[in-house]
């Protein structure tokens, strides 16, 4: 069994920071990758920042470049990844989701595993 549950969000103003923490416990996690999606009201869920399974290889999601950093920790049993956002604006408000794959792709489908979501809200 695979799990992942997001901590970490929040109501933070304009230009504030926020990290998150994703703690995902289950086989063979060391080996997969790690992605971060968002979704907001009444919109499709998008990808934001991807990491493969050593951390050699990050993605960012054009609107989070230079603002957002993903990492993570492989320990024995757990994996814990992170996305510290600086810089947050109104428009990054949404439910973050943590997911696990194969691969890191953009396509919110060819993810095996997801969390249960955190609200982040960037109030102006």
């Known amino acids: 069994q695979v799990q992942l549950v997001e901590s970490g969000g929040g109501l933070v103003q304009a230009g504030g920071s926020l990290r998150l923490s994703c703690a995902a416990s289950?086989?063979?996690?060391?080996?997969?990758?790690m992605a971060w999606f968002r979704q907001a009201p009444g919109k499709e869920r998008e990808f934001v920042a991807g990491?493969?399974?050593?951390?050699?290889?990050?993605?960012?999601a054009d609107s989070v470049k230079g603002r957002f950093t993903i990492s993570r920790d492989n320990a024995r049993d757990t994996v814990t990844v992170y996305l510290q956002m600086n810089s947050l604006k109104p428009e990054d408000t949404a439910v973050y989701y943590c997911?696990?794959?194969?691969?890191?792709?953009?396509?919110?489908?060819?993810?095996?595993?997801w969390g249960q979501g955190t609200q982040v809200t960037v109030s102006s």
């Open positions: 289950g086989r063979t996690l060391g080996s997969y990758a």
């Open positions: 997911a696990s794959g194969p691969r890191v792709v953009t396509s919110r489908e060819r993810y095996d595993y």
């Open positions: 990491i493969t399974y050593r951390g050699e290889i990050l993605y960012y």
